[in-house]
Each structure stands twice: as C-alpha cells, then as structure tokens.
C-alpha cells in the first residue's frame, strides 16, 4: 500500500508541476492595468513567501533536519510540490495595479514578447543542463521506484554553465523584467524578485561550497555568475594591462634618457 501511495505521489507531483509552469508562464506574461485593483503590502507578502520557502527548503540545515522524516527519494518531490504551491498560491492571489510605467503597442511589444519567450527557452534549457530530472524530483523517485540506489549526483558543468554559473537564474531573471505591460504591481514584483534571484544565486553558491567544497571553490573562481560581471572584469583587465604597459614603456623611456644623459657627463668630465 505504502510503495502504491509512494508511486500515486510521484506522478501527482509531475503533473503539478506541469499545471504550475503553464499558469506561471500566464502569469509572467504581465496583463493591463485594472481599475479598482491595488494592494501593495498583500502583494509584497505575496511576492516574499515563494522566495522565502524556495530558498529556505533548499538550505542544507533545514534539509537536514526535514531528512530525518523525509527519505532523499522524495526530499525532491516535497521541495517541488511546496515550490508549485506557494507560486501557485502568489499567482492565484496576486492583485493587477491600476496604473501602468509603460505599455507597448506595435513592434516594441513584439520585440518584448519574443524576449520573453527566448527567456523561456534559455531557462528549460539550463534545468537540462543541470539535471532537468533533479529539479522536479523525479529522477530520485524514479531510482526509488526501480529499487535501486540512488547515485551521487555529479558534478559537470557543460554548456551554459561552462560560461556562467547561473544561467537559470539569469533566466528567470529575464522572464520577469521582460513585459509588454509594466504595470504598479508588476514594478514590485520585479523589485522584490530581482533582489531574490541575486541573493538566491549567492544562496546557491554557498550550497555548492558545502556540498562540493575545493571542487565548487575552484569552478566560482574560474567561471563568472553573470555575464555583466564577465565583461566588466575583460575590460577592468584590459585597462589595468593597458596602463601598466604604458607606465612600464614611460619608466623604460625615463631610465633611457638618464643613462644617456650619465653618459654625455661623464664624457664632458673626460
């Protein structure tokens, strides 16, 4: 009967979240603004739990401490239904403002639509890259249902993550600056999720430390969170290379002029 409830919860929890990536994809998308429509402090709540409970499951303590009554082949499945829920709760809750930043019409709203979409694709792909299985719970089920042991997760970093160590995150970043309609609400929901996606990418790396330890140290050390940090760090170096090329070039010059000017006086003395 257990293994039976086991299997049910398994398949249950996929196709929540199936349901959940729709109406998130629904909800990102933005809408217009709507009159009579505005709560910003519940909205804030709103916005603050889902990071809250995201990032405080995936907490090596917390998970720890969850493990003592949760197997490690459904700790995946518990952490995907709590993530679905509390969004789903956010998404079904959330109140439209009344006022908009902007609104596109025309080629600018297409243009922002096709980012959107791109932002999508970008984001399925890195959870691809990073163990798609992972993310949903499935593959730990998967080995509890086959009877076998689960593996130890590894470690290879390969595509997106060769260049940057959270292009899921950068993703997910995407998908909610990028819409047509940036109403009041919206604004907030932006403010509060930016913040949360740079301190849950911090959150990450320090997970990481703790799972990986040197291996993790020496991959953050090599490869950049985001790409904005990439760049700026390409053209720090360059203008530090460039201004030591051209002090040592101006000392070399200096010293030149010296010794040549050593030498005529010593000659001049003779």
Not at 104 to 115: H, I, K
Request: proline share 5%.
């Amino acid at each position: 009967m257990l293994r039976f409830l086991g299997i049910t919860a398994g398949i249950l929890v996929q196709i929540l979240f199936a349901v959940t990536s729709y109406y998130n994809y629904v909800f990102l998308q933005g809408s217009p603004p709507r009159l009579g429509h505005w709560a910003l402090a519940w909205d804030a709540f709103l916005a603050v739990q889902f990071a809250v409970v995201h990032s405080l499951l995936l907490w090596p303590g917390v998970r720890r401490k969850l493990g003592r009554f949760i197997s490690p082949a459904f700790y995946g499945l518990f952490f995907c239904t709590a993530a679905c829920l509390t969004l789903l709760f956010t998404m079904s809750q959330w109140q439209v403002g009344d006022w908009a930043i902007w609104q596109l019409a025309g080629w600018p709203r297409v243009a922002m639509q096709t980012l959107y979409l791109t932002c999508w694709g970008t984001l399925f792909y890195s959870l691809c890259c990073s163990g798609f299985g992972y993310h949903t719970g499935w593959l730990p089920w998967w080995y509890w249902v086959r009877q076998k042991p689960i593996p130890r997760r590894p470690f290879e970093p390969r595509g997106a993550f060769s260049l940057i160590r959270h292009p899921g995150y950068m993703s997910f970043l995407g998908l909610v600056w990028f819409t047509p309609d940036m109403t009041s609400d919206r604004a907030l929901l932006v403010g509060i999720w930016t913040i949360y996606i740079f301190c849950g990418s911090y959150l990450k790396d320090l997970r990481m430390i703790h799972y990986l330890g040197n291996t993790y140290r020496e991959y953050r050390a090599r490869v950049p969170g985001y790409v904005r940090v990439v760049r700026s760090r390409e053209r720090e170096t360059s203008s530090r290379l460039t201004l030591t090329g051209t002090l040592g070039s101006t000392v070399a010059v200096r010293n030149q002029v010296a010794c040549q000017s050593a030498s005529h006086a010593m000659v001049d003395s003779r």
